[in-house]
């Protein structure tokens, strides 16, 4: 049976002489992996359409064990990430964390929209499709999109810090995060904020400083893999 899915592509692979295996993050079902049947081939129509950050329409054939992908029609493929390393590299990040944190047969609209979101801003456009806000070209630096990624992806997979009104501090379940009153604002406005508002805002770099510390803790003791693109980030 053949369906349609609005998506991304998260990795692939070499499988064989001239395939691939794909895998993809969609709104409707999750991510799941797909094969892309002689996609190597020089002339393929699959070849292009099948790398990391393609977005856009996915016609795959379901089949009793396995999908295929028979034909994709993109809408962006964010070139821009490919003539810098390291935004490269911070983008392919981002893949793996949506990777990690989706699974087959979930819904993933907010997640696939955080991710497209994010790469976008990484292409220093800072303005994701249909946003509205005055400050959607605001340009942000790497390390604050990449921040204001992981703890909004944490948040939607029902991992959040808690405000206290008390302490008028952002807490989580092993102690209070001690930040100035400007960082707290941050962070209450990376977990509150529309998706297509969240990329269009910067901090001071004592802000940046914080967020930093407080986003990588929470991070860390919320996730238990290795993300293999970090290491070319180091």
Same mark, same amino acid.
């Given at each position: @049976?053949?369906?349609? !899915?609005?998506?991304?592509?998260?990795? /692939?692979?070499?499988?064989?002489?001239?395939?691939?295996?794909?895998?993809?993050?969609?709104?409707e079902n999750?991510?799941?992996?797909a094969?892309?049947r002689?996609?190597?081939?020089?002339? /393929?129509?699959?070849?292009a359409?099948? *790398?990391?950050f393609?977005?856009?329409?996915?016609?795959?054939?379901? $089949?009793?064990?396995?999908?295929?992908?028979? *034909?994709v029609?993109?809408?962006?493929?964010?070139?821009?990430? +490919?003539?810098?390393?390291d +935004?490269? !590299?911070? $983008?392919? !990040?981002?893949?793996?964390?949506?990777?990690?944190?989706?699974? *087959?047969?979930? /819904?993933?609209?907010?997640?696939l929209?955080?991710?497209?979101?994010?790469?976008?801003?990484?292409?220093?456009?800072?303005?994701?499709?249909?946003?509205? /806000?005055?400050?959607?070209?605001?340009?942000?630096?790497?390390?604050? =999109?990449?921040r204001? !990624?992981?703890?909004?992806?944490?948040?939607i997979? $029902?991992?959040?810090?808690h405000?206290?009104?008390? *302490?008028?501090?952002?807490?989580?379940?092993? $102690? @209070?995060?001690?930040?100035?009153?400007?960082?707290?604002?941050?962070?209450?406005? =990376?977990?509150?904020?529309?998706?297509?508002?969240?990329?269009?805002?910067?901090t001071?770099?004592?802000?940046?400083?914080?967020l930093?510390?407080c986003?990588?803790?929470?991070?860390?003791?919320n996730?238990?893999?290795?993300?293999?693109?970090l290491d070319?980030l180091?």
């Amino acid at each position: @049976m053949k369906e349609r !899915y609005v998506g991304i592509v998260l990795s /692939s692979a070499t499988i064989g002489e001239y395939d691939k295996r794909v895998v993809l993050l969609t709104k409707e079902n999750g991510r799941f992996s797909a094969f892309a049947r002689g996609a190597r081939r020089p002339k /393929s129509p699959l070849s292009a359409v099948t *790398e990391p950050f393609c977005f856009g329409e996915f016609y795959v054939f379901r $089949g009793r064990d396995s999908y295929t992908i028979e *034909e994709v029609r993109v809408e962006n493929f964010f070139p821009e990430l +490919r003539t810098d390393l390291d +935004r490269l !590299y911070m $983008g392919l !990040y981002f893949c793996e964390v949506a990777d990690y944190f989706t699974r *087959e047969g979930m /819904s993933a609209r907010s997640e696939l929209e955080l991710l497209y979101r994010a790469l976008d801003a990484l292409t220093e456009t800072g303005a994701g499709p249909g946003s509205d /806000s005055d400050n959607s070209n605001i340009l942000i630096p790497p390390e604050l =999109i990449r921040r204001v !990624y992981e703890l909004r992806m944490l948040a939607i997979s $029902g991992y959040a810090p808690h405000y206290s009104e008390e *302490e008028k501090c952002w807490r989580d379940d092993i $102690g @209070m995060w001690k930040l100035s009153e400007t960082a707290a604002y941050a962070v209450g406005q =990376i977990l509150t904020r529309p998706l297509r508002e969240l990329f269009t805002f910067k901090t001071s770099d004592a802000v940046l400083g914080e967020l930093n510390t407080c986003v990588e803790r929470f991070f860390r003791k919320n996730t238990d893999k290795h993300f293999r693109s970090l290491d070319a980030l180091a």
